[in-house]
């Protein structure tokens, strides 16, 4: 069975701190697939980033970015800078050649930036 | 915006009721997922359907079920709810047929309450 833990249930952060996220995975599949979604307080999920299991680059977009390392079955994602529009709640989730199209999410971590 | 139509967006009703769910995906995407958010289970997957087929089938109660309609759209019918039903559901779409790849567009969900 695979499986998605966020450990950090919520997180307060300062304006312009940096802040990282963890996710670790686990699943016996070797093809798969890791996303990070964003849920703001308006409650819709938005894609943020899909990495494949056999791309171990870390990817970095604006103030985002994120650390893949299958030697530990983790993809963390950092926002850089942080900013009031980053208060959401981020998940994890996982895909695999085993499930397909059933995504597997993490429960969450509550980022909240304050000024 | 992701594309994805959520219908109703807020739903109250009482115990032992039926309800519809209505969702219309992206335009040009054929496949339809169904995903339930609570506060004990989280994100949980119920159901996919492409091109009108059921493709996939998750965590679904019997009570529950769903379809996809010749125009994509699709409807996820909740009947005898119970409390327990309360929840947050999300409709996603993508534009294929479900591998582990896919990225995934969610709607703004329809919130039910059950009292």
């Known amino acids: 069975a695979q499986k998605v833990t966020q450990a950090q249930t919520e997180i307060s952060v300062v304006e312009k701190e940096d802040v990282t996220l963890d996710c670790v995975y686990e699943t016996r599949d070797t093809t798969y697939y890791l996303f990070w979604y964003k849920q703001p307080p308006s409650g819709e999920l938005v894609f943020l980033i899909r990495r494949n299991s056999f791309d171990e680059q870390n990817e970095i977009s604006g103030r985002y970015s994120w650390n893949f390392q299958k030697s530990t079955s983790s993809f963390n994602f950092t926002i850089t800078a942080s900013q009031v529009v980053d208060s959401a709640v981020y998940f994890c989730?996982?895909?695999?050649?085993?499930?397909?199209?059933?995504?597997?999410f993490g429960t969450g971590t509550r980022l909240q930036v304050t000024l | 915006d992701s594309g994805v139509t959520q219908t109703p967006k807020h739903l109250i009703t009482a115990t032992g009721q039926r309800v519809t769910l209505r969702c219309s995906p992206r335009s040009g995407d054929l496949s339809v997922y169904w995903y339930q958010q609570s506060l004990d289970q989280g994100l949980q997957f119920l159901i996919q359907?492409?091109?009108?087929?059921?493709?996939a089938k998750g965590n679904i109660l019997e009570r529950f079920s769903a379809q996809q309609f010749p125009d994509l759209h699709s409807e996820l019918n909740l009947s005898s709810l119970e409390l327990g039903d309360s929840a947050l559901y999300f409709c996603?779409?993508?534009?294929?047929?479900?591998?582990?790849?896919?990225?995934?567009?969610f709607g703004s969900g329809t919130q039910l309450s059950v009292l």
């Open positions: 996603a779409s993508s534009n294929g047929v479900g591998t582990v790849n896919e990225k995934l567009f």
């Open positions: 359907y492409y091109n009108g087929e059921e493709r």
């Open positions: 989730a996982l895909s695999s050649t085993g499930t397909a199209s059933k995504l597997t």
